[in-house]
C-alpha cells in the first residue's frame, strides 16, 4: 500500500518533469483538452441557465395552485371536443369556495376567479400598452407568493364594492412613474380612473413569453363594471398540502362537477390544468437541448482525448529504453501503467484547469454583458469539469499505458 | 533496517551482515538451460544447454563473441528473461517459472544492473536516480534518500548529489550507476559492459571501483568481450554458439 503511494509521488514527479521538458507539445496537447472542457463547462453553464429559467417560470405559476380553465395547457388532437365547453364564469369560484367550506378536511383552500384582457395604462404623458390586467377577489393574495415593492393588495371591502383601485407590476409602475413612488397616484386604465394601492416585486417571465410584472390587479367587481360584463374567468385553486395535488385534483374536479351540474358518466367540460402538466411538456425539450448539446460539445472533448492519446503513445516510444531500465530496477506492470496514466491525467487535469478558468472568465463576461442571458455558474460544475479531465486522462491514457506496461525489459533496453 | 542511532561505521556493518552469508553458498544455479526465439520463419537457439553455478562472494566474468549466447545468458542472470527449457534457482528460488510481476520483485530485491550505456534517467539528479530502486522497494523518502546519499559516497559521489546527468563525466555517471545498483544490497551486481562507453583510464578506475566492491564481499558478474576486462574477475566463463566453452578460475 505505502509502496504504490511512493510509486504515486514519483509517478508525478516524473509526470511533472515531462511536462516541463516537453512544455510546448504539452501546452498544444493541453490545448485540445482546455477547449474540450470550455466548450462542455459553457454548454454547461447554459443548459443549468435554461433549466434554472424553466424552474423559475413554473414556480411563478404556483406549485400549489391548480388552474381550472376550458382548454388543456399542451396540445390537443380533438379540438372540437373542447370548443364546444361552456365557458367558465366567474361565479364558479363562488360555488366551489361554497363546497369547499362544506366539505369536511378538504384538500383545497380557496378558489379564486381571474378574469384577464390587455389594456393601455396612462398617467399624464407615461403610457404602457398591452398590460395584462386581471380582475380577482382579495383572495388572490393567498394564491400569489409575490412581495410587494410598495404597498399592499386591494382588501375584502374594496374587492366586494368594486372600488377603482389596482395593484400594478414592478415594470409597469417603473415606466409609469420613473422618479417618484406611483403608489396613491391616479392612473387611467383603458381611460378609467384607479388609484394605486400597491406594486408588486420583481417577479420575472415566464418562458421569454409572458412578463409577470406587466400585469395590473383589479377587484373583479371594478373590472366586471369598467371592462367586460361577461364574467368569464378562469378558476386558480389554492391546494392545502401540495404534497398531495392527484387527490386534490380529483377532488376539484367532483366539486366542478357539482358546481355545473354535470351527470355521472358524462366527461368533464373543463380542463384541470397544473404547472406539472408544462413541466412533462418542457423536460423533454430541455432535455434534447442539454443532450444534443453536450453530446457536440463532448466531441471537441473526444478530439481534445484523442490527442492525449497520441502524445501518451508517443512518449512511451520516446522513452522505450527508461522503461526497460525501470523495469530491470524492479518497476511492476501496475508501476509503469501508473506512471504514464498519471502524465496523461496531468496534462488533462492542466487543461482542465485552464479550460475551467477560461469558461469562468467567458461566463462572467456574458453575464456582465446580458445579464438575461441564460447561463448560470455553480461550484459542482467545476467538480464535474475536473472529473471529466480525470477521466478522459485516464481513458485516452489508458492504451498507450498498458502497451507501455507490457513491454518486454529485454526488448526495451535493447531499444534505441 | 538499521537502528536510527547507529553511526555510518554500524549501519554498513549492519548492511553487510543482513546479506552476509557464507563464500561458498551458491547463489544463481543453472542447469542445462535453453533459450530458442523465433527470429521469422527462423529459430535462433541462443542457448542449447548451459550449466552453471555461482557462489557468493564470486567475481565472475562473462566473455564470448557477438552471437554467442553471452547476451542472453546475462538477461537470463539477470531475471530479465526466463528460460525455454532447463532450471533456474536464484538463491534457492525457481525463477523459471516466476510471472512478470514476481521477477520485478527479484531484480529489485537480489540484483544491481550496472548498464553499458549507463541508463540513467536524465532529467533527474544522482541522488533521484540512485533511489529510483528503492521507491519500487516501497520504502518511506527518509531511508530513501539517507540510503542513496551513502551509496553515492560510497561510489566516491558525495559531492554530486544534486547534479543531473548532462552535468556528470562519463565515469561519473556510471559511478551513480554502481550507487543505483548497490542501494538495495542486492546478491549480485550484474553489470555489462560497464566500461564500453568509457575510456581507458576511466575505464580502470570503473574496474576498480568494482574491485573494491568485491573486497567488501560483493558478488560480481561482468560480461564482456574485452580481455583486459575480463582480466580482473576470478573465474572467466567463455561461451560460444549457446554452449560454455570453458569456466576457468584466476589469479
Known sequence: MKRLLYEFTESFRIAWTQIRANKMRSLLTA?????????????????????????????????????????????????????????????????????????????????????????????????????????????????????????????????????????????????????????????????????????????????????????????????????????????????????????????????????????????????????????????????????????????????????????????????????????????????????????????????????????????????????????????????????????????????????????????????? | MTAPSASPGQAERAAISRNYRPPGAVVIEIENVTKLYKMGEEIVHALRGVSLNVSRNEYLAIMGPSGSGKSTLMNMLGCLDTPTSGKYHFSGKNVSTMTDDELADIRNREIGFVFQTFNLLPRSTSLANVELPLIYAGLSPGIRRERAEQALRDVGLGERMMHKPNELSGGQRQRVAIARALVNRPSIILADEPTGNLDSRTGEEIMQLLEDLYEQGNTIIVVTHEEDIARHARRVVRLRDGLIESDARQA
Open chain 1, 31 to 416: 490545448l485540445g483538452v482546455i477547449i474540450g472542457i470550455v466548450a462542455v463547462t459553457l454548454m454547461g453553464t447554459a443548459i443549468r441557465g435554461i433549466d434554472t429559467g424553466f424552474q423559475n417560470s413554473l414556480a411563478l405559476l404556483g406549485d400549489d395552485v391548480l388552474y381550472i380553465q376550458k382548454w388543456p395547457w399542451g396540445p390537443v388532437e380533438d379540438w372540437w371536443n373542447y370548443a364546444n365547453r361552456p365557458v367558465i364564469k366567474t361565479r364558479n369560484a363562488d360555488e366551489i369556495n361554497r363546497i369547499i367550506g362544506n366539505t369536511p378536511n378538504s384538500l383545497l383552500e380557496v378558489a379564486v376567479p381571474v378574469s384577464g384582457r390587455g389594456s393601455t395604462i396612462k398617467v399624464g404623458d407615461a403610457r404602457v400598452s398591452n398590460v395584462y390586467t386581471i380582475g380577482t377577489s382579495a383572495d388572490y393574495a393567498k394564491l400569489s407568493a409575490a412581495d410587494y415593492r410598495e404597498g399592499r393588495l386591494f382588501n375584502d371591502s374594496e374587492s366586494t364594492a368594486g372600488t377603482a383601485v389596482c395593484v400594478l407590476g414592478c415594470d409597469v409602475a417603473d415606466a409609469l412613474s420613473p422618479t417618484r413612488s406611483i403608489i396613491d397616484q391616479t392612473v387611467y386604465i383603458d381611460g378609467h380612473p384607479f388609484r394605486v394601492v400597491g406594486v408588486f416585486a420583481k417577479q420575472g417571465e415566464f418562458l421569454g413569453l409572458f412578463s409577470f410584472d406587466n400585469q395590473a390587479v383589479l377587484p373583479l367587481a371594478a373590472f366586471s363594471k369598467y371592462f367586460s360584463t361577461k364574467q368569464n374567468a378562469e378558476l386558480r385553486v389554492k391546494v392545502r398540502d401540495k404534497t398531495r395535488m392527484t387527490e386534490a385534483k380529483e377532488e376539484l374536479a367532483g366539486a366542478m362537477r357539482r358546481a355545473r351540474g354535470q351527470l355521472p358518466g358524462e366527461r368533464d367540460n373543463f380542463s384541470i390544468n397544473e404547472q406539472e402538466a408544462i413541466r412533462a411538456q418542457l423536460d423533454p425539450i430541455k432535455k434534447g437541448i442539454a443532450f444534443a448539446g453536450l453530446f457536440i460539445t463532448g466531441l471537441s472533448l473526444f478530439v481534445g482525448a484523442i490527442g492525449i492519446m497520441n502524445i501518451t503513445f508517443v512518449s512511451v516510444k520516446e522513452r522505450t529504453k527508461e522503461i526497460g531500465t525501470r523495469k530491470a530496477l524492479g518497476a511492476r506492470r501496475l508501476s509503469i501503467l501508473l506512471q504514464f496514466l498519471i502524465e496523461a491525467v496531468s496534462i488533462c487535469l492542466i487543461g482542465g484547469v485552464v479550460g475551467m478558468i477560461v469558461a469562468y472568465s467567458l461566463f462572467a463576461v456574458v453575464r456582465s454583458g446580458a445579464p438575461n442571458f441564460p447561463v448560470e455558474f455553480s461550484p459542482d460544475l467545476v467538480v464535474v469539469s475536473m472529473m471529466v479531465s480525470i477521466v478522459t486522462g485516464i481513458v485516452s491514457g489508458f492504451a498507450p499505458a498498458w502497451g507501455a506496461s507490457r513491454l518486454d525489459p529485454v526488448v526495451a533496453l535493447r531499444y534505441e
